[in-house]
């Protein structure tokens, strides 16, 4: 059966219910997901209830209704198949829509799964919205929502731009009018709402000498162009307020600074999806960021407002939503200076810190992330936490960069292997992935992680 039949057979299936339950992840793909799920769902006329989980593992299998529902579970669930089989659900109650590689089971359960057709720059948001437009055409209005899945699960960070069937959805958004693409747009994060200069040096993709980690030293790389990097009341311009002319003079700068530096130019450049139905300089305005908001509110226990948002909430939803998101990133600051003062331990192959339990599990794995460009960018990090709620489990965080995933390095499979190991469980993608292992054997784990990824770059 191909990608299509399998996305046939779940609108059918959707159609046929008498109710429907979603149970759905916690970060930006998830929390789109099931805002494009339930959005599809309500609109037939089916009665429609959510459940949201950080993972589905044995303890929040009762997150899952005890009724006859049809449950869709949505950016997870296609490696989890063996608990649904053991909490007895039947093939004709559970639908799964999701992106991560499925776990062999017993029980054949109605699936939507585009990495089996070759569709490994999909994630679960553009799954969704495949259903959600065979369901109904009239839901066109959820590419823009899907985008902001796939953008946030980045599906287009190592190809520079949606690819595949992502690239379809994009179109689809373009022709209704809720989407903006551009094409060779500046490859950094905060175009909408951070001043060009903060922009700039917070960019590590590319790494730009004496811009990259130096908001002084960017400010400074500006006004040698000069070009007024202020607006009319003195506040800073934003990247997408420049004109094309100032854009170019930056980028063509930016380009000369690299090549000046023996540094490579190709991934200066980059596709941006903006919605222009969302007020200019806001986190909303596009899809990267407002995947950051949708983050925010999964990770702070409040996926429910994200979704709001998602479904069109600009009140009280969004009012909660930046609140989120400043304390959010207040907390991650926080956290990235632990890190930068606690300083990290560097095997052969990797660098890696416990920060105890003074962090969220949630947040930990980002803050690994920003790390990682002001440490040494080379070697991949690996952050580890212990639970409150099970002084038993670690939670262990992974984060690389594309000059490692093109060299060969795959978090996801060298966490899955090791977690696996010593009866834990770990998941995610290449360039960013976690796992839950036993408490003591948090020594061990990270030593076995470093021998796997040296046998992957070897």
């Keep these: 059966m191909g990608f299509s039949e399998e996305v046939q057979g779940a609108a059918e299936t959707i159609r046929r219910a008498e109710t429907v339950s979603v149970i759905s992840h916690i ?3 998830g929390i789109s997901s099931e805002a494009i799920v339930r959005t599809a769902v309500a609109r037939a006329g089916i009665p429609v209830s959510s459940h949201f989980v950080r993972q589905l593992e044995p303890l929040t299998m009762k997150a899952v209704p005890e009724d006859d529902s049809l449950k869709i579970f949505v950016d997870l669930g296609a490696g989890q198949q063996n608990l649904l089989e ?5 093939p004709d109650e559970v639908l799964i829509l999701d992106h991560h590689v499925a776990q062999p089971c017993g029980t054949e359960y109605q699936q939507v799964n585009g990495v089996p057709h070759g569709h490994t720059r999909l994630s679960a948001a553009g799954v969704a919205y495949f259903v959600a437009k065979e369901l109904d055409e009239e839901n066109v209005d959820l590419a823009k929502i899907a985008i902001v899945g796939n953008v946030g699960d980045m599906m287009a960070r190592e190809t520079l731009g949606l690819v595949g069937p992502a690239a379809e959805i994009v179109a689809d958004g373009v022709a209704h009018g809720s989407v903006r693409v551009v094409r060779r747009d500046l490859n950094c994060y905060g175009t909408s709402t951070r001043p060009v200069h903060v922009c700039l040096s917070y960019n590590d993709d590319p790494r730009i000498p004496g811009i990259t980690n130096d908001t002084r030293g960017a400010q400074r790389f500006l006004e040698r162009l000069d070009l007024d990097l202020r607006a009319p009341g003195g506040r800073w311009r934003v990247w997408e307020e420049l004109h094309d002319t100032e854009k170019r003079t930056i980028t063509s700068a930016l380009v000369q600074q690299l090549l000046a530096n023996g540094e490579g130019v190709e991934r200066v450049f980059a596709e941006s999806y903006l919605f222009p139905d969302e007020v200019e300089r806001t986190p909303l305005r596009n899809a990267s960021e407002f995947a950051t908001v949708l983050n925010a509110c999964g990770r702070w226990a409040k996926p429910r407002i994200g979704s709001s948002v998602c479904c069109g909430d600009r009140g009280t939803a969004l009012r909660e939503a930046e609140y989120m998101l400043n304390n959010h990133r207040s907390i991650i600051r926080e956290l990235l200076q632990f890190i930068m003062e606690t300083g990290v331990t560097e095997l ?3 660098q890696y810190l416990h920060v105890g339990d003074r962090y969220p599990d949630t947040i930990v794995g980002i803050g ?11 070697k991949p990090i690996l952050i580890m936490c212990t639970l409150p709620e099970d002084p038993g489990l670690t939670k262990v965080s992974m984060r690389t960069n594309e000059w490692s995933v093109r060299r060969g390095i795959d978090l996801q499979a060298a966490l899955n ?4 190991e010593f009866g834990g469980g770990g998941g995610g993608h290449p360039i960013a992935a976690g796992a839950f292992i036993p408490r003591e054997a948090e020594e061990v784990f990270v030593s076995r992680v470093n021998d796997l990824l040296r046998d992957q770059l070897a």
Excluded at 371 to 377: D, E, M, P, V
């Design 27 to 29: 970060d930006a793909d």
């Design 86 to 90: 053991e909490r007895g659900l039947t």
């Design 348 to 350: 052969s192959h990797l």
């Design 368 to 378: 690994a992330g920003m790390a990682l460009g002001k440490l040494n960018w080379r």
């Design 417 to 420: 292997a090791a977690s696996g």
